[in-house]
Protein backbone atom coordinates (compact mmCIF):
# COMPACT_ATOMS: atom_id res chain seq x y z
CA UNK A 1 0.00 0.00 0.00
CA UNK A 2 1.52 3.12 -1.03
CA UNK A 3 1.80 6.15 1.08
CA UNK A 4 -0.99 8.23 -0.83
CA UNK A 5 -3.59 5.73 0.28
CA UNK A 6 -2.71 5.43 3.86
CA UNK A 7 -4.15 7.85 6.25
CA UNK A 8 -1.62 10.24 7.65
CA UNK A 9 -1.88 10.99 11.79
CA UNK A 10 -1.20 14.43 13.06
CA UNK A 11 -1.96 13.75 16.79
CA UNK A 12 -1.47 11.14 19.23
CA UNK A 13 -3.48 9.80 21.95
CA UNK A 14 -1.47 9.56 25.39
CA UNK A 15 -3.29 6.19 27.30
CA UNK A 16 -1.66 7.14 30.34
CA UNK A 17 -1.29 5.17 33.85
CA UNK A 18 -4.96 4.07 33.77
CA UNK A 19 -8.15 4.22 32.09
CA UNK A 20 -10.37 4.51 35.38
CA UNK A 21 -11.87 7.77 35.81
CA UNK A 22 -11.81 7.63 39.60
CA UNK A 23 -7.93 6.28 39.65
CA UNK A 24 -6.87 8.95 37.34
CA UNK A 25 -8.28 11.22 39.94
CA UNK A 26 -6.30 10.01 42.71
CA UNK A 27 -2.95 9.45 40.13
CA UNK A 28 -3.80 13.37 39.48
CA UNK A 29 -3.47 14.59 42.78
CA UNK A 30 -0.45 12.65 43.82
CA UNK A 31 1.84 13.88 40.87
CA UNK A 32 0.11 17.53 41.47
CA UNK A 33 1.87 17.37 45.20
CA UNK A 34 4.73 15.78 43.64
CA UNK A 35 5.37 18.56 40.89
CA UNK A 36 4.56 21.32 43.23
CA UNK A 37 7.11 19.87 45.82
CA UNK A 38 9.25 19.81 43.21
CA UNK A 39 9.07 22.81 42.30
CA UNK A 40 8.94 24.58 45.69
CA UNK A 41 12.06 22.92 46.67
CA UNK A 42 14.40 23.39 43.75
CA UNK A 43 12.85 27.32 43.39
CA UNK A 44 13.90 27.90 47.69
CA UNK A 45 17.18 26.36 46.71
CA UNK A 46 17.89 28.45 44.13
CA UNK A 47 16.68 31.91 46.52
CA UNK A 48 18.99 30.37 49.30
CA UNK A 49 22.25 30.31 47.25
CA UNK A 50 21.66 33.76 45.27
CA UNK A 51 20.62 35.43 49.01
CA UNK A 52 24.12 34.56 50.41
CA UNK A 53 27.23 35.40 49.20
CA UNK A 54 28.79 32.48 51.53
CA UNK A 55 26.88 29.95 49.22
CA UNK A 56 28.93 31.18 45.77
CA UNK A 57 31.33 28.86 45.76
CA UNK A 58 31.61 25.90 42.93
CA UNK A 59 29.22 23.32 44.96
CA UNK A 60 26.46 25.54 45.00
CA UNK A 61 27.30 26.90 41.54
CA UNK A 62 26.55 23.34 40.39
CA UNK A 63 23.40 22.76 42.86
CA UNK A 64 21.95 26.30 41.51
CA UNK A 65 22.07 25.03 38.23
CA UNK A 66 20.91 21.75 38.88
CA UNK A 67 17.77 22.94 40.56
CA UNK A 68 17.30 24.90 37.44
CA UNK A 69 17.73 22.29 35.41
CA UNK A 70 15.33 20.10 37.46
CA UNK A 71 12.74 22.73 37.52
CA UNK A 72 12.53 22.98 34.00
CA UNK A 73 13.17 18.86 33.41
CA UNK A 74 9.71 18.00 35.53
CA UNK A 75 8.05 20.56 33.59
CA UNK A 76 8.37 18.85 30.56
CA UNK A 77 6.12 15.93 31.20
CA UNK A 78 4.36 16.72 34.07
CA UNK A 79 1.86 19.65 33.35
CA UNK A 80 0.54 17.52 30.20
CA UNK A 81 0.13 14.57 32.31
CA UNK A 82 -1.64 16.24 34.76
CA UNK A 83 -3.85 17.94 31.94
CA UNK A 84 -4.79 14.70 30.59
CA UNK A 85 -5.91 12.97 33.83
CA UNK A 86 -8.60 15.43 33.52
CA UNK A 87 -9.24 15.92 30.14
CA UNK A 88 -11.66 13.69 27.77
CA UNK A 89 -9.32 13.65 24.75
CA UNK A 90 -5.81 13.19 25.46
CA UNK A 91 -3.72 14.07 22.44
CA UNK A 92 -0.96 15.90 21.45
CA UNK A 93 0.14 17.14 18.40
CA UNK A 94 2.94 14.78 15.82
CA UNK A 95 5.45 17.96 16.15
CA UNK A 96 4.14 18.67 19.97
CA UNK A 97 5.04 15.27 20.79
CA UNK A 98 8.58 15.59 18.60
CA UNK A 99 9.27 18.86 20.80
CA UNK A 100 8.52 17.12 24.05
CA UNK A 101 11.10 14.16 23.15
CA UNK A 102 13.63 17.24 22.10
CA UNK A 103 13.71 19.02 25.33
CA UNK A 104 12.96 15.59 27.15
CA UNK A 105 16.52 14.37 25.78
CA UNK A 106 18.24 17.71 26.30
CA UNK A 107 17.31 18.29 30.10
CA UNK A 108 18.04 14.74 30.69
CA UNK A 109 21.95 14.85 29.04
CA UNK A 110 22.28 18.14 30.80
CA UNK A 111 21.12 16.29 34.37
CA UNK A 112 23.49 14.09 33.54
CA UNK A 113 26.58 15.69 32.80
CA UNK A 114 25.93 18.22 35.58
CA UNK A 115 25.50 15.34 38.14
CA UNK A 116 29.49 14.12 36.87
CA UNK A 117 30.17 17.98 37.37
CA UNK A 118 28.97 17.65 41.08
CA UNK A 119 30.75 14.22 41.37
CA UNK A 120 34.01 15.81 40.32
CA UNK A 121 33.85 18.82 42.43
CA UNK A 122 33.69 17.02 45.63
CA UNK A 123 36.08 14.34 44.13
CA UNK A 124 38.53 17.99 44.36
CA UNK A 125 37.52 19.29 47.42
CA UNK A 126 38.02 15.49 49.27
CA UNK A 127 40.65 14.14 47.28
CA UNK A 128 42.68 17.40 46.56
CA UNK A 129 42.09 20.25 48.86
CA UNK A 130 45.16 22.07 48.04
CA UNK A 131 44.60 22.31 44.45
CA UNK A 132 40.51 22.71 44.95
CA UNK A 133 40.56 26.56 44.00
CA UNK A 134 42.93 26.03 41.01
CA UNK A 135 40.60 22.74 39.65
CA UNK A 136 37.27 24.41 40.22
CA UNK A 137 37.82 28.17 39.00
CA UNK A 138 35.08 29.63 38.38
CA UNK A 139 36.13 29.57 34.30
CA UNK A 140 36.41 26.04 34.68
CA UNK A 141 32.40 25.50 36.53
CA UNK A 142 31.38 27.65 33.67
CA UNK A 143 32.70 25.79 30.85
CA UNK A 144 31.54 22.45 32.55
CA UNK A 145 27.67 23.67 32.68
CA UNK A 146 28.22 25.08 29.18
CA UNK A 147 28.95 21.81 28.26
CA UNK A 148 26.21 19.70 29.76
CA UNK A 149 24.27 21.77 27.77
CA UNK A 150 26.21 21.67 24.56
CA UNK A 151 26.06 18.14 25.14
CA UNK A 152 22.52 17.43 25.92
CA UNK A 153 21.55 19.74 22.97
CA UNK A 154 23.76 17.91 20.61
CA UNK A 155 22.52 14.26 21.93
CA UNK A 156 18.73 15.66 21.61
CA UNK A 157 19.11 17.25 18.30
CA UNK A 158 20.82 13.62 16.78
CA UNK A 159 17.89 11.79 17.85
CA UNK A 160 14.83 14.22 16.98
CA UNK A 161 16.18 15.56 13.59
CA UNK A 162 15.26 12.41 11.42
CA UNK A 163 12.44 12.14 13.40
CA UNK A 164 10.51 15.21 11.45
CA UNK A 165 10.71 13.32 8.50
CA UNK A 166 8.72 10.12 10.07
CA UNK A 167 5.34 9.15 8.49
CA UNK A 168 2.88 7.72 11.07
CA UNK A 169 -0.22 6.32 9.24
CA UNK A 170 -1.49 4.38 12.64
CA UNK A 171 -2.19 3.17 14.79
CA UNK A 172 -2.14 6.90 16.82
CA UNK A 173 -1.90 5.38 20.82
CA UNK A 174 0.82 5.54 22.45
CA UNK A 175 0.72 3.56 25.54
CA UNK A 176 2.79 5.65 27.89
CA UNK A 177 1.53 9.25 29.65
CA UNK A 178 3.75 10.84 27.98
CA UNK A 179 5.80 11.11 24.26
CA UNK A 180 9.67 9.48 24.41
CA UNK A 181 11.05 7.83 21.66
CA UNK A 182 11.24 4.40 22.56
CA UNK A 183 7.10 4.24 21.44
CA UNK A 184 7.22 6.91 18.98
CA UNK A 185 9.61 4.67 16.92
CA UNK A 186 7.44 1.88 17.04
CA UNK A 187 4.24 3.63 15.12
CA UNK A 188 6.43 5.23 12.59
CA UNK A 189 5.11 3.73 9.09
CA UNK A 190 8.46 4.36 7.64
CA UNK A 191 11.94 2.08 8.54
CA UNK A 192 13.30 3.39 12.08
CA UNK A 193 16.67 0.95 12.13
CA UNK A 194 18.97 4.29 11.56
CA UNK A 195 16.95 6.00 14.04
CA UNK A 196 17.06 3.14 16.74
CA UNK A 197 20.80 2.42 15.91
CA UNK A 198 21.77 6.37 16.70
CA UNK A 199 19.47 5.80 20.14
CA UNK A 200 20.74 3.24 21.11
CA UNK A 201 24.80 4.42 20.18
CA UNK A 202 24.07 7.85 22.02
CA UNK A 203 22.76 6.59 24.37
CA UNK A 204 25.47 4.15 25.48
CA UNK A 205 28.13 6.60 24.65
CA UNK A 206 26.66 9.28 26.62
CA UNK A 207 24.98 7.97 29.49
CA UNK A 208 28.25 5.95 30.04
CA UNK A 209 30.38 8.56 29.62
CA UNK A 210 28.65 10.41 32.25
CA UNK A 211 27.98 7.07 34.56
CA UNK A 212 31.44 6.88 34.06
CA UNK A 213 32.88 10.23 35.05
CA UNK A 214 31.04 9.95 38.42
CA UNK A 215 31.38 6.34 39.02
CA UNK A 216 35.28 7.17 39.05
CA UNK A 217 34.63 10.42 41.00
CA UNK A 218 32.81 8.21 44.20
CA UNK A 219 35.58 5.66 43.97
CA UNK A 220 38.69 8.10 44.91
CA UNK A 221 36.30 10.02 46.95
CA UNK A 222 35.52 6.65 49.71
CA UNK A 223 38.80 5.68 49.33
CA UNK A 224 39.80 8.65 50.48
CA UNK A 225 37.26 8.58 53.67
CA UNK A 226 38.56 5.05 54.53
CA UNK A 227 41.40 6.27 55.33
CA UNK A 228 39.58 9.01 57.66
CA UNK A 229 40.38 8.05 61.38
CA UNK A 230 37.49 8.83 62.74
CA UNK A 231 34.72 6.66 62.83
CA UNK A 232 32.19 9.48 63.33
CA UNK A 233 33.90 11.42 60.22
CA UNK A 234 33.66 8.29 58.10
CA UNK A 235 30.19 7.32 59.05
CA UNK A 236 28.76 10.85 58.08
CA UNK A 237 30.48 11.02 54.86
CA UNK A 238 29.57 7.43 53.71
CA UNK A 239 26.45 8.54 54.24
CA UNK A 240 26.34 11.46 52.49
CA UNK A 241 28.05 9.32 49.52
CA UNK A 242 25.99 6.93 49.67
CA UNK A 243 22.63 8.73 49.46
CA UNK A 244 24.33 10.48 46.24
CA UNK A 245 25.01 7.07 44.72
CA UNK A 246 21.69 5.72 45.42
CA UNK A 247 19.89 8.49 43.53
CA UNK A 248 22.22 8.83 40.94
CA UNK A 249 22.26 5.14 40.39
CA UNK A 250 18.28 4.55 39.96
CA UNK A 251 18.18 7.64 37.26
CA UNK A 252 20.69 6.22 35.04
CA UNK A 253 19.74 2.24 35.65
CA UNK A 254 15.85 3.56 35.01
CA UNK A 255 17.57 5.68 31.80
CA UNK A 256 19.19 2.63 30.33
CA UNK A 257 17.01 0.33 30.73
CA UNK A 258 14.36 2.11 29.37
CA UNK A 259 16.46 3.64 26.25
CA UNK A 260 18.34 0.86 25.77
CA UNK A 261 16.65 -2.76 25.77
CA UNK A 262 14.64 -4.34 23.36
CA UNK A 263 10.88 -3.43 23.41
CA UNK A 264 9.78 -7.00 24.50
CA UNK A 265 12.12 -7.69 27.56
CA UNK A 266 9.82 -5.47 29.96
CA UNK A 267 6.01 -4.62 30.68
CA UNK A 268 4.26 -1.38 30.14
CA UNK A 269 3.81 -0.86 33.51
CA UNK A 270 7.49 -1.47 34.64
CA UNK A 271 8.16 0.81 31.24
CA UNK A 272 5.99 3.26 32.81
CA UNK A 273 7.97 3.02 36.08
CA UNK A 274 10.79 3.53 35.06
CA UNK A 275 10.20 6.69 33.35
CA UNK A 276 8.68 7.75 36.47
CA UNK A 277 11.50 7.22 38.47
CA UNK A 278 14.26 9.14 35.70
CA UNK A 279 11.18 11.85 34.98
CA UNK A 280 9.55 13.11 37.79
CA UNK A 281 10.91 11.23 40.97
CA UNK A 282 14.30 12.37 40.29
CA UNK A 283 13.56 16.12 40.19
CA UNK A 284 12.17 16.24 43.29
CA UNK A 285 14.81 13.98 45.44
CA UNK A 286 17.70 15.82 43.97
CA UNK A 287 17.09 19.22 46.04
CA UNK A 288 16.42 17.02 49.27
CA UNK A 289 19.41 14.55 49.01
CA UNK A 290 21.96 17.24 47.77
CA UNK A 291 20.67 20.70 48.96
CA UNK A 292 18.41 19.99 52.27
CA UNK A 293 20.76 17.73 54.16
CA UNK A 294 22.77 20.00 53.90
CA UNK A 295 23.73 22.10 57.02
CA UNK A 296 25.11 25.25 55.27
CA UNK A 297 21.93 25.38 53.48
CA UNK A 298 19.56 24.55 56.11
CA UNK A 299 21.35 27.23 58.21
CA UNK A 300 20.98 29.93 55.89
CA UNK A 301 17.08 29.01 55.23
CA UNK A 302 16.53 28.93 59.07
CA UNK A 303 17.83 32.61 59.15
CA UNK A 304 16.11 33.73 55.88
CA UNK A 305 12.65 32.10 57.04
CA UNK A 306 14.16 33.76 61.47
CA UNK A 307 14.33 37.37 59.40
CA UNK A 308 10.97 37.22 57.25
CA UNK A 309 9.26 35.87 60.82
CA UNK A 310 10.61 38.66 62.88
CA UNK A 311 9.90 41.40 59.96
CA UNK A 312 6.12 40.21 60.20
Same mark, same amino acid.
Given at each position: MTMKNQ?????? %??????????????????????? @?????????????????????????????? *???????????????????? &??????????? /????????? @???????? %??????????????????????????? /???????????????? *?????????????????????? /????????????????????????? &????????LLTLISYIYII?????????????????? /????? %??????? @???????????????????????????? @???????????????????????? *????????
Open positions: TIVTEF %ILLGLSSDPQMQILLFLVFIVIY @LITLGINIVIMAVIRADSHLHTPMYFFLFH *LSFVDICYSSVMVPKMLMNF &LAEHKTISVNG /CIAQIFLFI @LLAGNEAF %ILSAMAYDRYAAICDPLRYLERMSKGI /CVQLVSGAWAIGFFHA *LLNTVFSLKFHFCGPNQINHFS /CELPPLLQLSCTDTLTNQVVLLTSS &LVFGLSSFSTILRIRSVEGRHKAFST /CSSHL %IVVGLFY @LTGFLRYTKPSSIFSVVLDEIFSIQYSI @LTPMLNPIIYSLKNKEVKTTLRNI *LGKFWFLN
